[in-house]
């Protein structure tokens, strides 16, 4: 575990397989994250498949791709053991989307935190899982406020291409800017408790996958 204090767990792993995966996706990368797209006002100057406005959601649904499968099967149990870690089962969450994000030179990603379905007192209802698929130096690190004597501090989650890193995405969290002359390409899985996604799933189409099932 990279970071652990007070209920708050941040891990990191390395994909080995990261540089064939790259060379296999990245022009269906640059595509799918070319599309129209709703630009959240937290992606300052880059594009987040996740909110493209294809009606058949393919831009969270990356895992259908079978470049992925080897990724897939390799984060799974990682994934798992996370969540041993934070005592919750698999069956506690649903997978709500696999996408891309891409964040061209001087681009980055404003502070937020996941909650977007409704507030939760529990830390662990929303998890992130991001891929550093491409990551050029000087093209921005992670940082997650770390809640401190009732305020935060930021916390640097140094990442370079290939690294994988775990968090409780309801923390705040955002990116330094991408400083180098080359985009940057994350792949974001995110789980969130059934009780969450079952909130949401009233008011909208969102996608509800097992991990088992991926």
């Known amino acids: 575990m990279l970071y652990e204090n007070n209920n708050i767990k941040i891990d990191k792993i390395k994909y080995n397989n ?6 296999k996706v990245l022009p269906k990368i640059i595509d799918i994250t070319s599309r129209p797209n709703t ?3 937290f992606i300052l100057g880059g594009s987040c498949s996740y909110f493209n406005e294809d009606l058949d959601q393919s831009g969270k649904k990356l895992f259908l791709w079978k470049e992925f499968r080897d990724y897939i099967d390799f984060i799974k149990p990682h994934i798992q053991n996370y969540l041993n870690e934070i005592n919750k089962s698999e069956d506690y969450y649903y997978v709500t989307g ?13 502070k937020h935190k996941h909650n977007y ?3 939760s ?11 550093y698929l491409r990551k050029p130096n000087d ?3 992670l940082i ?5 004597n009732n305020s935060t501090v930021d916390y640097k989650v140094t990442m370079e291409e290939g690294d994988v890193v775990m ?12 400083k180098s002359c080359e985009s940057k390409f994350i792949i974001g899985i995110e789980l969130v408790s059934r009780f969450q996604s079952d909130k949401a799933q009233n008011n909208n189409s969102s996608i509800r996958e097992t991990l088992e099932g991926l």
């Open 117 to 119: 379905f409704q507030e």
């Open 39 to 41: 630009n959240k006002n």
């Open 98 to 110: 696999m996408w891309a994000n891409v964040y061209p030179p001087g681009t980055h990603v404003a």
């Open 139 to 141: 093209s921005g690190n």
């Open 18 to 23: 990261n540089k064939s995966l790259l060379n």
């Open 167 to 178: 968090f409780q995405s309801s923390l705040c969290h955002q990116t330094e800017i991408n």
């Open 121 to 131: 007192s529990d830390l662990n209802d929303i998890l992130a899982i991001l891929l």
């Open 144 to 148: 997650i406020d770390i809640p401190e």
